[in-house]
């Protein structure tokens, strides 16, 4: 008999997971608008792109240090904060230098919360069934990333971006609290 792979703790996982996804993809393609519409010019547009990117991948191999040596749902819980704080305060910035401030953070927080769910996600998964457990945790980014860009324009467009960004930071709480 196999050993059960959708357990509680790997449900609470992917959901978390997915709904961080989401606080990523909501902004793929609304903050490049949102920072031109600010500025003016389409080069800041590429740049709260690649700080973001930059400060996440900046973050990894510190958090993985981080998971020898505290609790990876702690580091987790971190991340979901830091994300969910950073989609709320975007729609504070005023200024370019804000927007990117916040974006690093946002970064940062994916950083944590997503090499933490992944040192979890290998600890939580039976080994019986790990190579099938981490495609299925896997999932959570693709999912996101099928939906999140169409409905934060759509937010965007039909609603405000300032809209788009509560939106994102009660989503970031919603899953902060259940996680």
Not at 25 to 36: C, G, I, W
Not at 113 to 126: D, H, M, N, Q, Y
Request: a positive charge; one cysteine or more; proline letters at 3%.
């Amino acid at each position: 008999m196999k050993e059960k792979l959708w357990t509680r703790n790997f449900i609470l996982l992917v959901m978390a997971s997915l709904g961080s996804g989401f606080l990523v993809s909501l902004f793929l393609n609304t903050l490049p608008l949102y920072a031109e519409q600010m500025t003016g010019t389409a080069v800041y547009a590429g740049l709260v792109t690649s700080c973001y990117s930059m400060a996440a991948l900046a973050t990894r191999p510190v958090v993985g240090i981080l998971c020898e040596k505290m609790s990876a749902l702690k580091l987790i819980i971190i991340g979901l904060v830091m994300m969910a704080v950073s989609c709320y305060a975007y729609s504070f910035a005023t200024a370019i230098a804000g927007l990117l401030f916040i974006r690093i953070l946002h970064g940062i927080g994916f950083g944590i919360k997503s090499t933490a769910s992944g040192v979890l996600a290998a600890e939580i998964i039976p080994k019986s069934r790990f190579a099938e457990g981490i495609g299925m945790f896997g999932l959570y980014l693709p999912v996101a990333n099928a939906i999140g860009p169409a409905l934060g324009l759509w937010v965007a467009e039909n609603g405000s971006f300032k809209t788009l960004f509560m939106i994102a930071g009660i989503i970031g709480i919603i899953y902060c609290c259940y996680i």
